[in-house]
């Protein structure tokens, strides 16, 4: 495991609603959460989860979103996508061998396409929901960013089971959470400092963990109150560290790169 390390990253931050990220409350008021991903060094090839803004975002993010762009609005600077944070930071894309994907909203999609080297794996009802949405969470979704020829895809389903080893050691899994939208997934991480639950937006914030409050984007509700039980559960045994999805208090106090868990 010593060869297995865990970097926090952020590519700027998203304005929304405040009952975009707790239901009914808030109605109107502007809210601001921190839009993290995450690269894990692995002796087998790197992994990046999710990747953030794509780059477009810096510089035309309206002429990428469209109408969705004046609702969730991302403040993100040129060189702050997760491509350009690793080259910064020491690491070369070429290195990754694997693009997690916990669900394809545009806030999570940086990654799609910017390694050469890289499959993408996703749950493969995350992929067709993307594709074919419902009509509430279609704004959501940019079909731009993951509807391309070229790309090279792991498509998880019921066969592959809830859990998905992804190295065969125990390091990284992938754990089905559906609820915040179809085939949403979480990710368990264990290195030489301990596990990381990185729950991503099965629970956006700490009052979500903790049934303090419920999700204000969701495809199903129940399902989101069970997967993030289910969680808890995997967290508990694992005896694992919390990241959830986007919560504006507690990210700030997280090690974030160049530290690493």
């Known amino acids: 495991m010593s060869d297995i ?3 926090l990253f952020q590519t700027g931050s998203l304005v929304c609603r405040r009952q975009d990220i707790f239901l009914n409350e808030g109605m109107g008021e502007p809210f601001e959460i921190p839009v993290p991903w995450y690269l894990i060094t692995h002796p087998s090839g790197h992994v990046v989860i999710d990747g953030g803004f794509p780059a477009i975002c810096a510089t035309d993010a ?22 350009a944070q690793m080259r910064a930071a020491g690491f070369d894309p070429a290195d990754v061998r694997t693009i997690l994907l916990s669900h394809l909203h545009l806030d999570h999609t ?17 992929l067709a929901y993307a594709l074919a949405p419902d ?32 190295y065969g050691d125990g390091a990284i899994t992938c754990i089905r959470s559906p609820g915040h939208t179809v085939g949403h997934q979480s990710f368990l991480v264990r290195t030489a400092r301990g596990a990381t639950l990185l729950a991503v937006d099965a629970a956006d914030t700490m009052d979500h963990w903790h049934d303090r409050a419920l999700p204000g ?22 005896q694992a560290r919390i990241v959830p999805g986007h919560d504006p208090a507690l990210w700030p106090t997280l090690d974030q790169a160049p530290a690493f868990y």
Do not use: M, Y
């Open 217 to 238: 984007a969701v495809t199903s509700v129940t399902e989101a109150v069970r997967s993030v039980a289910k969680l808890r559960a995997v967290a508990e045994r694992a």
């Open 62 to 83: 309206e002429g990428h979103w469209g109408p969705a762009a004046e609702v969730f609005v991302p403040r993100v600077r040129p060189g702050e996508d997760c491509a």
């Open 135 to 166: 009509w509430f969470c279609a704004g959501a979704f940019v079909r731009a960013d993951f509807d391309r020829p070229g790309l090279d895809w792991l498509l998880l389903d019921e066969a592959w089971g809830d859990f998905f080893d992804l």
């Open 5 to 7: 390390r865990l970097h």
């Open 110 to 126: 940086g990654a799609i396409g910017a390694f050469p080297n890289a499959r993408h794996v996703v749950q493969r009802e995350a």
